[in-house]
């Protein structure tokens, strides 16, 4: 349990680091790249979960397809590499005390509703947590109670990425 | 592990996101937010499945991957033609509907 818990702080600490660098940094590529460790990170807690199928379609879809998507973007909109300029508009105290009120107002929810509630992870249950994230059982799942979400998502996929060709396509 | 503390990192980079779609200029910084948000809700999802003992977060953290998968597709594709018609991603020149 207690190695666990280090891991976790760690990859916590590591994650909110980056995560204020992509909203912070004043050069754009370094953002996406701060992404990347966040992204990371929440695969290595999904990992901690037991995720283990998620976890690797997190390190597949966001890291390998999702930051190359991002950093095309910014290739293609030739942004300002140098950091010389300006990427945040003028209403940064205004975001961070709406960001504040929401994280105060989440926090106390959440340590009022769930205090001290354990996950469950050692002896027989922790077979069992093992046993919920794995690809096999996953995949029962998707195919028979989930399979009608499973296709709408699917279309959707497709109408999405069609949509974003005819969007960006020079007539 | 308590299922708090994955609940409240993930309302953390939640408000982490919240700021950085108010503040930020840029079209793709912007994009990258909402990334940030849509990766703290999965987190919850997969801290719920472990605590209910239950495969229905897993399998909706992967539809939310998928859709933001989409979403970034789109959100681009979007912040291209901007800066196509604009000369510039900056979310804050599109004012065409200002009266």
Known sequence: ?171 | MILNQFLVLAAILFCIGVYGVLARRNGVLVLMSVELMLNAVNINFIAFSAYLRSVAGDVFALFVITIAAAEVGVGLAIVLLIYRNLRSPDLDRVEQLKG
């Open chain 1, 1 to 171: 349990m207690v190695v666990q818990n280090i891991f976790f702080w760690v990859l916590a600490v590591a994650m909110v680091l980056a995560a204020i660098g992509v909203v912070r940094s004043p050069n754009i590529v370094h953002s996406a790249l701060y992404l990347v460790v966040v992204m990371a990170g929440a695969a290595a807690q999904y990992i901690l979960l037991a995720a283990e199928f998620v976890a690797w379609v997190q390190v597949i879809i966001y890291i390998g397809a999702v930051i190359i998507l991002f950093l095309f973007g910014i290739m293609l909109t030739r942004a300002p590499m140098g950091g010389d300029t300006n990427l945040d508009n003028d209403q940064r105290w205004q975001a961070a005390v709406v960001s504040v009120f929401l994280a105060g107002v989440l926090g106390t929810l959440l340590i009022q509703e769930f205090g001290k509630k354990e996950i469950a992870i050692s002896g027989a249950k922790g077979e069992q947590l093992l046993h919920i994230g794995k690809a096999a059982n996953l995949a029962d799942s998707i195919f028979t109670a989930y399979v009608v979400p499973f296709e709408v998502v699917s279309i959707l996929l497709l109408a999405a990425l069609v949509g974003a060709v005819v969007i960006a396509r020079r007539d």
